[in-house]
C-alpha cells in the first residue's frame, strides 16, 4: 500500500514529503494508521548520521488497520500508542525488562526487521526504517506486535503519541528506577519534555525538593508550573554552587536528560551519600568522566533507557495519571500539520516549543 511520509533522503537535511511503499504485515505484525506523532531529540540526534534514505520518527499513535494472523492482543480498530521493539525471546524480556532487550540496538536501530528486509520502499529504493519500532513519521506503519500497545478509545490520540518514548524515558526514570521517597531531594538537569515528565513524576512522588536546572529561563519558569520546587539557571553562574546552596548535604537523586559530559559530570558531583544519578539523555559527548571521589559514599550512576518500562503496562498507567489531571503534560505541547515537519523540528532545535506533535 502507499502511504505519506517524510523521507530523510540526506544525513542532517530537511525531510522531504513524498509517497513511500508499504508492505502488508507479516504475522507479528500490524498496520497502523497514524493520528499523530511526537517529535524526539532522539530523531534529531539521528537524522545526523542515520543511513539514508531514512523513515525516522517513534511517537507515533493510531488506528489499527491491519493484523497479523499471529497476532492476539490487537485487532482492527484499537486505538493505539506505540514504543520501542524489543526479541520477546531473551531472558531480559522474557522477565519484563524490554528496555535492555539483549538485541535492542538490533531492532530498533538498524533499519531493519531481525532478518534485514525493510517494509518500506520509495521508488524502487529499499528505505532504512523500523526506528524503534515504528518509523511513525508517516501516516501509516507497519509495526511489530510487541512495539504496540492498546489503550482507551476515549483518549486523544493526538497526545497520546509522545508517552511512548519521552514522557515514559523521564516519567519511569523517576517512578521505576528511582522511587524516590516523599521528602527527598532530586535535581533534574534539562527542562525539555523528557525532563519534564521526571519532574512531574517527582512532584507525584512526594519530592520534597526538586530543582529544574537549564540554562533556559523559560524552559525553567514553565518547570514551575509542572512541579518544580526550585530553578537553576546555568548561565547565572555555576551550577554546582547553586545546588549546594539549596541543599548543602547533596542531593539524593539526580537525572541527566542532556546527554552532555559537563551537564553528568556536575549532576554526579552534587549527590550527597548514597545518592543516585539516572542518565536519560543521547546528547553531543561520546564519553563521561567523573572525579574518583565523586561517586565514593555508596553513590551510583545507572544508565536508564526508556524508563525502564514494560510499555503495555506503564503506557495506560501514565495516560490514566494525565486523563485525572495528575501528569499533565498537554501543557507543553503544540501540535504542527505534518507538512510543517521541518518547521516543527526548527521549533523543537531553538527551544520554542517544549514538544511538538504533528497531526495527519
Same mark, same amino acid.
Given at each position: 500500500?502507499?502511504?505519506?511520509?517524510?523521507?530523510?533522503?540526506?544525513?542532517?537535511q530537511?525531510?522531504?514529503?513524498?509517497?513511500?511503499?508499504?508492505?502488508? @504485515?507479516?504475522?507479528?505484525?500490524?498496520?497502523?494508521? =497514524?493520528?499523530?506523532?511526537?517529535?524526539?531529540?532522539?530523531?534529531?540526534?539521528?537524522?545526523?548520521?542515520?543511513?539514508? !534514505?531514512?523513515?525516522?520518527?517513534?511517537?507515533?499513535?493510531g488506528?489499527?488497520?491491519?493484523?497479523?494472523?499471529?497476532?492476539?492482543?490487537?485487532?482492527?480498530?484499537?486505538? &493505539?500508542?506505540?514504543?520501542?521493539?524489543?526479541?520477546?525471546?531473551? #531472558?531480559?524480556?522474557?522477565?519484563?525488562? @524490554?528496555?535492555?532487550?539483549?538485541?535492542?540496538?538490533?531492532? +530498533?536501530?538498524?533499519?531493519?526487521? !531481525?532478518?534485514?528486509?525493510?517494509?518500506?520502499?520509495?521508488?524502487?529504493?529499499?528505505? +532504512?526504517?523500523?526506528?524503534?519500532?515504528?518509523?511513525? $513519521?508517516?501516516?501509516?506503519? *507497519?509495526?511489530?506486535?510487541?512495539?504496540?500497545?492498546?489503550?482507551?478509545? /476515549?483518549?486523544?490520540l493526538?497526545?497520546?503519541? %509522545?508517552?511512548?518514548?519521552g514522557?515514559? #524515558?523521564?516519567?519511569?526514570?523517576?517512578?521505576? *528506577?528511582?522511587?524516590?521517597r516523599?521528602?527527598?531531594?532530586?535535581?533534574?538537569?534539562?527542562?525539555?519534555?523528557v525532563?519534564v515528565?521526571?519532574?512531574?513524576?517527582?512532584?507525584?512522588?512526594?519530592c520534597? &525538593?526538586?530543582?529544574a536546572?537549564?540554562?533556559?529561563?523559560?524552559?525553567?519558569?514553565a518547570?514551575?508550573?509542572?512541579?518544580?520546587?526550585h530553578?537553576?539557571?546555568? #548561565?547565572?553562574?555555576?551550577?554546582?554552587?547553586?545546588?549546594?546552596?539549596? =541543599? %548543602?548535604?547533596?542531593?539524593? $537523586? *539526580?537525572?541527566? #536528560?542532556?546527554?552532555?559530559?559537563?551537564?553528568?559530570?556536575?549532576? =554526579?558531583?552534587?549527590?550527597? !551519600?548514597?545518592?543516585?544519578?539516572?542518565?536519560?539523555?543521547?546528547?553531543?559527548?561520546?564519553?563521561?568522566?567523573?572525579?574518583?571521589?565523586?561517586?565514593? +559514599?555508596?553513590? /551510583?550512576?545507572?544508565?536508564?533507557?526508556?524508563?525502564? /518500562?514494560?510499555?503495555? =503496562?506503564?503506557?495506560?498507567?501514565?495516560l490514566?495519571?494525565?486523563?485525572?489531571?495528575?501528569? @499533565?503534560?498537554?501543557?507543553?505541547?503544540?501540535?504542527?500539520?505534518?507538512?510543517?515537519? +521541518?518547521?516543527?523540528?526548527?521549533? &523543537?532545535?531553538?527551544g520554542?516549543?517544549?514538544k511538538?506533535?504533528?497531526?495527519?
Amino acid at each position: 500500500m502507499r502511504a505519506t511520509a517524510a523521507l530523510l533522503e540526506q544525513a542532517g537535511q530537511p525531510f522531504v514529503l513524498t509517497e513511500v511503499d508499504l508492505e502488508e @504485515p507479516r504475522p507479528d505484525e500490524v498496520l497502523v494508521r =497514524v493520528a499523530g506523532v511526537g517529535i524526539c531529540g532522539t530523531d534529531l540526534e539521528f537524522a545526523t548520521f542515520f543511513p539514508t !534514505p531514512a523513515l525516522l520518527g517513534h511517537e507515533g499513535s493510531g488506528v489499527v488497520e491491519k493484523v497479523g494472523a499471529h497476532v492476539t492482543t490487537l485487532r482492527p480498530g484499537d486505538s &493505539v500508542t506505540m514504543s520501542f521493539a524489543s526479541c520477546g525471546t531473551c #531472558t531480559l524480556c522474557r522477565t519484563g525488562s @524490554p528496555a535492555y532487550c539483549r538485541s535492542f540496538d538490533a531492532v +530498533n536501530f538498524s533499519g531493519r526487521r !531481525p532478518d534485514g528486509s525493510t517494509a518500506v520502499t520509495h521508488e524502487g529504493r529499499e528505505v +532504512n526504517a523500523h526506528f524503534l519500532g515504528q518509523s511513525s $513519521f508517516a501516516s501509516h506503519v *507497519v509495526a511489530p506486535e510487541r512495539a504496540v500497545v492498546r489503550i482507551d478509545p /476515549s483518549l486523544d490520540l493526538l497526545r497520546a503519541g %509522545p508517552f511512548g518514548c519521552g514522557f515514559q #524515558t523521564g516519567a519511569g526514570g523517576v517512578l521505576n *528506577v528511582l522511587q524516590p521517597r516523599p521528602g527527598s531531594s532530586i535535581a533534574v538537569f534539562g527542562a525539555g519534555a523528557v525532563g519534564v515528565a521526571a519532574i512531574i513524576a517527582a512532584s507525584l512522588s512526594g519530592c520534597a &525538593v526538586v530543582a529544574a536546572v537549564d540554562v533556559n529561563p523559560v524552559k525553567l519558569e514553565a518547570a514551575r508550573g509542572f512541579g518544580a520546587t526550585h530553578t537553576v539557571d546555568s #548561565t547565572a553562574g555555576p551550577a554546582a554552587e547553586q545546588l549546594a546552596a539549596l =541543599v %548543602p548535604e547533596g542531593f539524593d $537523586f *539526580v537525572i541527566d #536528560t542532556t546527554g552532555r559530559e559537563d551537564v553528568l559530570r556536575t549532576a =554526579v558531583e552534587a549527590l550527597g !551519600p548514597l545518592g543516585r544519578a539516572g542518565v536519560i539523555g543521547i546528547g553531543p559527548s561520546e564519553s563521561m568522566s567523573f572525579e574518583w571521589r565523586s561517586i565514593l +559514599n555508596g553513590r /551510583s550512576v545507572t544508565g536508564i533507557i526508556a524508563g525502564s /518500562s514494560l510499555p503495555q =503496562v506503564f503506557l495506560p498507567q501514565l495516560l490514566e495519571l494525565n486523563a485525572k489531571g495528575r501528569f @499533565p503534560v498537554e501543557k507543553m505541547i503544540t501540535y504542527f500539520p505534518f507538512e510543517q515537519i +521541518n518547521e516543527a523540528v526548527a521549533a &523543537v532545535r531553538s527551544g520554542s516549543v517544549g514538544k511538538a506533535v504533528l497531526t495527519f
